[in-house]
């Protein structure tokens, strides 16, 4: 069975620029997430969403990033415009029902 | 404020040897617990869970250990392999709150042969 993917696996773009970051989840999962991973705050959750519907956003760190669900096998988060904090690993993962969740390899983020 | 806590960053074991992996938590409301386990450049792989309701959950080599009048949970990893050497992170949430899951830091685990 094909897991989450994640596309791209690294991403070196110039400060200021629109990024856009892409996520398959596995067929039949009703749950899907948005991670951030960096050394000083770990692996923290920017978004979920149930159905293709956002369920919490608390996470998002501000208004430069957003996601969305168009249907249940796509996801992007976009962050426009990047600045160089935002330089991180970033997760999608899915589930069935909320437990346990399924994780892609992560893009790998770097904003010069 | 960090509800989830792993405060060994790193562990090392021999081979054949048990590796314990701690961590605890801070919000009672917290009522399910997961490991993961990770190698680099590939995401978390779910590992173990365990309930509220229980105390103890086992899957061949590992088992989970919770105490929830002390906050804390472990992962016993017995026999402990060289394929083993990753990081783990423990993992909380709130039932109701869907699938919001609260990580800890993790801890890198190297088994040596």
């Known amino acids: 069975d094909a897991g989450v993917i994640q596309s791209p696996r690294h991403e070196v773009t110039e400060m200021g620029q629109e990024v856009t970051l892409r996520c398959k989840p596995i067929?039949?999962?009703?749950?899907l997430f948005w991670y951030r991973q960096t050394m000083m705050r770990g692996l923290e959750l920017l978004i979920y969403f149930n159905n293709n519907v956002p369920i919490d956003d608390s996470g998002m760190p501000e208004d430069r990033f957003s996601a969305k669900m168009p249907n249940a096998s796509f996801s992007t988060l976009k962050i426009q415009p990047s600045e160089p904090r935002d330089s991180a690993v970033y997760f999608c993962?899915?589930?069935?029902?909320?437990?346990?969740?399924?994780f892609g390899d992560g893009t790998r983020l770097s904003i010069l | 404020d960090q509800q989830v806590k792993q405060n060994s960053p790193s562990l090392s074991v021999q081979e054949g040897r048990i590796s314990i992996l701690n961590c605890d938590y801070t919000n009672s409301m917290f009522d399910y617990f997961l490991w993961y386990k990770k190698y680099p450049a590939e995401g978390p792989t779910f590992l173990i869970s365990i309930s509220s309701i229980k105390d103890k959950n086992e899957d061949g080599r590992f088992t989970v250990f919770l105490n929830k009048s002390a906050k804390h949970l472990s992962l016993h990893i017995v026999p402990s392999q060289p394929g083993d050497s990753a990081v783990y992170f423990c993992?909380?949430?709130?039932?109701?709150?869907?699938?919001?899951?609260?990580f800890g830091q993790g801890t890198e685990l190297s088994v040596k042969p």
């Open positions: 993992a909380a949430s709130v039932y109701n709150q869907g699938g919001k899951l609260i």
């Open positions: 067929s039949g999962h009703d749950y």
């Open positions: 993962a899915s589930s069935p029902g909320g437990q346990p969740q399924h």
